[in-house]
């Protein structure tokens, strides 16, 4: 018999969301910043997204070259960061409906969920 993936009760989804993110400057004081999110499967009212990039280095992360940024207006170098995240779905933005993800960096994302 066959193993059943890990996400196999889980809705696929190809959709590139800010989100929100709530962190503290060197002054301790609070602030809420955006950053653009690669959300690849959803269950429910919950995202499944990892972080996209233009860093090639992100504090305590690895991070991964895309092999084509999303984003068909840039032409800066993509990167995810490697930890899979989930977070509710209010605290995400808008959707960029023009964004596209390749589909061997797609494949790459979902192996590290696994």
Same mark, same amino acid.
Request: charged residues 40%; positive net charge.
């Given at each position: 018999?066959?193993?059943?993936?890990?996400?196999?009760?889980?809705?696929?989804?190809?959709? =590139?969301?800010?989100?929100?993110?709530?962190?503290?400057?060197?002054?301790?004081?609070?602030?809420?910043?955006?950053?653009?999110?690669?959300? =690849?499967?959803?269950?429910?009212?919950?995202?499944?997204?990892?972080?996209?990039?233009?860093?090639?280095?992100?504090?305590?992360?690895?991070?991964?070259?895309?092999?084509?940024?999303?984003?068909?207006?840039?032409?800066?170098?993509?990167?995810?960061?490697?930890?899979?995240?989930?977070?509710?779905?209010?605290? =995400?933005?808008?959707?960029?409906?023009?964004?596209?993800?390749?589909?061997?960096?797609?494949?790459?994302?979902?192996?590290? =969920?696994?």
């Amino acid at each position: 018999m066959k193993k059943k993936s890990r996400h196999a009760q889980l809705k696929r989804a190809h959709e =590139f969301r800010y989100h929100s993110v709530l962190t503290k400057n060197r002054n301790g004081k609070s602030l809420k910043i955006s950053h653009p999110s690669y959300v =690849f499967l959803k269950k429910g009212n919950v995202y499944i997204y990892v972080t996209i990039t233009h860093s090639s280095k992100v504090e305590d992360y690895v991070v991964i070259k895309l092999r084509k940024n999303p984003n068909p207006k840039d032409k800066k170098d993509a990167y995810y960061v490697v930890d899979v995240k989930q977070d509710t779905k209010d605290r =995400f933005g808008r959707r960029h409906d023009d964004w596209k993800i390749d589909i061997q960096d797609d494949i790459d994302i979902r192996k590290k =969920f696994n």
